[in-house]
């Protein structure tokens, strides 16, 4: 029994060291370009990052999660209770794999997916474990994402940039027609950062509402059975609801905008004053990837966690589990503290080693890895993307849009690397610490605290004592 009780503590353990790599590695994903572009310092961007995490994993993530995640291992019910000691060994397994994994990718700046990190641990257990129950289709889908998210990504981006350029930047008076043009460009933006709100962000929330009878998820969520893009059918795409309460948002959001731009005089002049507007578009739309961020890459840490709960207390294992608020708030914190602790290394991969970021750049950025993200996530496609590569793409995108030379594509081209390594990564770490654990309480014990301890230590190491990046000492910022 106390070798149960301690396997399960040292599992909470890995499961917040996940927590703390997700918040390290993908917070750039939200502030990275904020903190490029000058619109937010990066302690502005830090706190901002961290209310937003945290506020979208405690709040609005599911109340239940699948315990296999996103389909890459295909069990029955029956197969999963054969197969319940292995995995709550492989799942801590994963897990700790996957965290490894970021821990390396974020102490050189590499911008990874966690998404596919968590991924390729669980895939590595399913080869070793049960490989006829490995989905290989789901497994060609993450690794033609590695193309498609970047690409789409990159070209959305490059083309709203191109729009502020032509309709803005060459104006006569660029600030006179930015007060014009900027609510209009709200608009879409708006309207798109509205259906991602629901559909991907507030997606756990509508469910718990759901089945509390309070709305139904049918007429707010895409139907994963979807037939039609009628909005006023049932099993629709897009749900009439969810367009006319984006659409709403959006509305509002450019008569503000506008009001706000009528009468404001602005300080500085022509491209100045346009970047001064851009940055609260910016900002806002940073703010939105953080709250997104929170309530979806939460789940990386704490599905494989809930999973091994539930087989400690149940004995068996189910597709889904219902996640203790403990654990909810041990997710939301480790992301958070992740973001305030090692957050820097990978922003300023992002913010400024690619190419150099504008606010009006950082914008068509966000803007064009937020429309990707939505995009991909409808039923009629289901590619589960990374929104690490998608941003990744949509920065190089808009580099692309002052020429070639103005990309750095050595950088790049390691950060694309990182993203192939990721699954054979993981994969790998997992299946070598799942051989070590040996389905032995003891001698997991033994092999999750050594090298905890030996990360704590090089980890904390590192924070204290290597030279802090310069993007820590900068005071700048409009925000």
């Known amino acids: 029994m106390f070798g149960l009780e301690l396997m399960i503590l040292l599992a909470i353990a890995v499961a917040a060291y996940m927590a703390w790599n997700i918040g390290a590695n993908d917070v750039a994903n939200a502030m990275g370009t904020s903190v490029g572009s000058g619109a937010l310092t990066f302690r502005n961007a830090i706190i901002a990052a961290a209310v937003f995490e945290f506020l979208g994993a405690f709040f609005a993530g599911d109340a239940v999660t699948d315990t296999?995640?996103?389909g890459i291992l295909n069990f029955e019910e029956a197969d999963l209770a054969t197969y319940s000691t292995e995995l709550k060994f492989g799942f801590v397994a994963a897990m700790f794999a996957a965290a490894l994994w970021l821990t390396f990718a974020t102490r050189y700046g590499l911008p990874v997916s966690t998404t596919h990190s968590i991924i390729g641990g669980i895939l590595g257990i399913g080869m070793w474990v049960a490989p006829q129950h490995v989905d290989w289709a789901v497994v060609s889908k993450i690794a033609l994402s590695w193309i498609m998210s970047p690409l789409l990504g990159g070209l959305l981006a490059f083309g709203t940039f191109h729009v502020v350029r032509i309709t803005i930047m060459e104006a006569d008076d660029p600030v006179e027609?930015?007060?014009?043009?900027?609510?209009?460009?709200?608009?879409p933006t708006f309207f798109v950062l509205g259906l991602a709100l629901q559909y991907k962000a507030l997606k756990g929330a509508i469910k718990r509402l759901d089945a509390q009878g309070v709305i139904d998820k049918a007429d707010w969520l895409p139907s994963k059975a979807g037939i039609t893009f009628n909005p006023f059918a049932d099993g629709a795409w897009l749900p009439i609801n969810?367009?006319?309460?984006?659409?709403?948002?959006?509305?509002?959001?450019?008569?503000?905008?506008?009001?706000?731009?009528?009468?404001?005089?602005?300080?500085?002049?022509?491209?100045?004053?346009?970047?001064?507007?851009?940055?609260?578009?910016?900002?806002?739309?940073?703010?939105?990837?953080?709250f997104a961020?929170?309530?979806?890459?939460?789940?990386?840490?704490?599905?494989?966690?809930?999973?091994?709960?539930?087989?400690?207390?149940?004995?068996?294992?189910?597709?889904?589990?219902?996640?203790?608020?403990?654990?909810?708030?041990?997710?939301?914190?480790?992301?958070?503290?992740?973001?305030?602790?090692?957050?820097?290394?990978v922003m300023v991969t992002i913010g400024r080693k690619i190419t150099h970021i504008t606010p009006t750049r950082g914008f068509a950025a966000e803007f064009g890895a937020a429309t990707t993200v939505l995009i991909f996530s409808m039923p009629f496609l289901a590619v589960p993307?990374?929104?690490?590569?998608?941003?990744?793409?949509?920065?190089?995108?808009?580099?692309?849009?002052?020429?070639?030379?103005?990309?750095?594509?050595?950088?790049?081209?390691?950060?694309?690397?990182?993203?192939?390594?990721?699954?054979?990564?993981?994969?790998?770490?997992?299946?070598?610490?799942?051989?070590?654990?040996?389905?032995?309480?003891t001698r997991f014990a033994v092999v999750v605290s050594v090298v905890l301890a030996a990360i704590i230590y090089l980890i904390t190491r590192s924070i204290i004592e290597e030279p802090k990046p310069d993007i820590l000492m900068e005071e700048g910022g409009a925000a």
């Open 68 to 70: 296999v995640r996103k």
């Open 242 to 290: 969810s367009l006319l309460l984006a659409l709403a948002l959006a509305i509002l959001a450019s008569l503000v905008l506008y009001w706000i731009l009528r009468d404001y005089e602005f300080e500085e002049e022509g491209y100045a004053g346009v970047e001064r507007i851009f940055i609260w578009l910016q900002i806002i739309t940073a703010c939105y990837v953080a």
């Open 293 to 345: 961020h929170g309530a979806n890459d939460r789940s990386n840490a704490i599905g494989p966690m809930a999973a091994v709960w539930q087989i400690s207390q149940q004995g068996v294992l189910e597709s889904q589990a219902a996640v203790p608020t403990w654990l909810i708030l041990l997710g939301s914190a480790g992301i958070t503290v992740g973001v305030m602790t090692w957050g820097a290394r």
């Open 385 to 441: 993307i990374s929104t690490t590569h998608t941003l990744v793409g949509a920065v190089v995108g808009v580099g692309l849009a002052g020429g070639t030379a103005s990309v750095d594509f050595r950088v790049f081209g390691r950060i694309a690397a990182s993203w192939v390594a990721s699954l054979p990564a993981a994969a790998g770490g997992a299946i070598l610490l799942y051989i070590l654990f040996g389905l032995d309480e």
């Open 177 to 187: 027609k930015s007060r014009r043009m900027a609510p209009l460009l709200a608009l």
